[in-house]
């Protein structure tokens, strides 16, 4: 484990703890990583219909930080945490997109007034989400990995650490879920 690493689990701790301080001394050693993470969700919009990256991350530090209870047990386990709540918002927000297109009322999403997300990119993530509830019934190991390695950008090590298997465990899992995945969304297209 680096440095960084190291330094990032133990401040994870002590803000777990109960020590404020240990959060304001995180925050800029996460950031540029939870930015990078947005970037990844944002750069798979069209480029004409795109949320904002930094209002991403910063609805999705403010949910993290409202988190209690958590056992932080790594920086990987933190990244794993942030894309399954960065994948919820943006579902929230295609749902909340869809709706509204349709003159429904749903939850309000904390995203920028000037986000916007394509009405064919918010009905693929609420399918891929959908299948991936499904998915996560029968096999939740591999859906966990699917959300590490898609959602949260994980390599096959990272998601090895947080999931205490193999890294040639993550790779078969990867392999069969995308294979899964691609199948059902085949189907209910």
């Not at 994870?12 to 240990?22: I, S, V, Y």
């Not at 609420?126 to 699917?146: C, M, Y």
Request: hydrophobic fraction near 40%; charge should be neutral; glycine fraction near 4%.
């Amino acid at each position: 484990m680096s440095t960084l690493q190291h330094q990032v689990t133990e401040l994870l701790r002590e803000w777990r703890n109960g020590d404020k301080e240990a959060l304001e001394k995180l925050t800029p050693l996460v950031y540029d990583e939870l930015h990078r993470l947005a970037h990844q969700y944002i750069v798979r919009e069209r480029p004409d219909h795109t949320l904002q990256t930094t209002a991403l991350v910063n609805e999705a530090y403010v949910r993290l930080i409202g988190q209690k209870g958590i056992e932080w047990e790594s920086r990987a386990h933190f990244f794993a945490v942030s894309a399954t709540v960065m994948r919820h918002i943006l579902v929230d927000y295609a749902r909340q997109h869809g709706s509204a297109k349709r003159g429904g009322a749903a939850t309000k999403v904390l995203l920028d007034e000037d986000s916007i997300i394509s009405q064919e990119r918010a009905a693929e993530l609420i399918a891929l989400d959908e299948a991936l509830k499904t998915f996560d019934q029968i096999h939740p190991r591999k859906s966990k990995v699917v959300e590490l390695r898609y959602f949260g950008g994980l390599n096959n090590k990272e998601a090895s650490e947080v999931l205490k298997c193999s890294e040639g465990t993550i790779e078969r899992d990867w392999r069969f879920a995308k294979a899964w995945l691609y199948r059902e969304l085949r189907l209910n297209e």
